[in-house]
T-cell receptor, first 111, second 114 residues
Framework: RKEVEQDPGPFNVPEGATVAFNCTYS??????FFWYRQDCRKEPKLLMS???SGNEDGRFTAQLNRASQYISLLIRDSKLSDSATYLC????????????FGQGTELSVKP | DAGITQSPRHKVTETGTPVTLRCHQT?????MYWYRQDPGHGLRLIHY???????DKGEVSDGYSVSRSKTEDFLLTLESATSSQTSVYFC?????????????FGPGTRLTVL
């Protein structure tokens, strides 16, 4: 089993749609969780951290369920510019700051 | 954007030749990382450094070595390149290794080994 698993993509949605990505992780000792965004042929960039209480940044909402070892990202009112690959990332507290990346889920927002 | 550059940005080489990739930062961050990204695998850690001359192995370190003689530079060397090392290589930096610290990535190097 992979340490971090994400929904298979690609997700093809119309502008204005709401889309949700899911992610599960295997290390119950993991302490920090992130969503990164990666545009085609570019480097990953931090989209948002994921906190236990859930957090929101504009149209983006991240949720964490420690009991189920599950992370989600919700994007409301999708824009064309949201088209990218979204990476679920986990950092275990015993891994010296090393990040474990999911394979990513590709999102394509169409007009 | 964080000041991270990678060189070269693209390289084509032949099996058996040595290759060195360079990562340079202007942020004075303590931690530096080398990852490779392949379809179906996501990003995987090769080696990382927690200070000058302090390095450690990551998940996929076989066939790679690293060196860090200055805070700003982290070199990745493929002693004898193989076709399985064809990949996109990303360097990353972080100020601390704490579990909440963000890693910033360089633009990547596309390496093809023929």
């Amino acid at each position: 089993r992979k340490e971090v698993e994400q929904d298979p993509g690609p997700f093809n949605v119309p502008e204005g749609a709401t889309v949700a990505f899911n992610c599960t992780y295997s290390n119950s000792a993991s302490q920090s969780f992130f969503w990164y965004r990666q545009d085609c042929r570019k480097e990953p960039k931090l989209l948002m951290s994921v906190y236990s209480s859930g957090n929101e940044d504009g149209r983006f909402t991240a949720q964490l369920n420690r009991a189920s070892q599950y992370i989600s990202l919700l994007i409301r009112d999708s824009k064309l510019s949201d088209s990218a690959t979204y990476l679920c990332v986990v950092n275990g507290d015993n891994q010296g700051g090393k990040l474990i990346f999911g394979q990513g889920t590709e999102l394509s927002v169409k007009p | 954007d964080a000041g991270i550059t990678q060189s070269p940005r693209h390289k084509v080489t032949e099996t058996g030749t040595p290759v060195t990739l360079r990562c340079h930062q202007t942020e004075n961050h303590r931690y530096m990382y080398w990852y490779r990204q392949d379809p179906g695998h996501g990003l995987r850690l090769i080696h990382y450094s927690y200070g000058v001359k302090d390095t450690d192995k990551g998940e996929v370190s076989d066939g790679y070595s690293v060196s860090r003689s200055k805070t700003e530079d982290f070199l990745l060397t493929l002693e004898s390149a193989t076709s399985s090392q064809t990949s996109v290589y990303f360097c990353a930096i972080s100020e601390e290794a704490g579990s909440t610290d963000t890693q910033y990535f360089g633009p990547g190097t596309r390496l093809t080994v023929l």
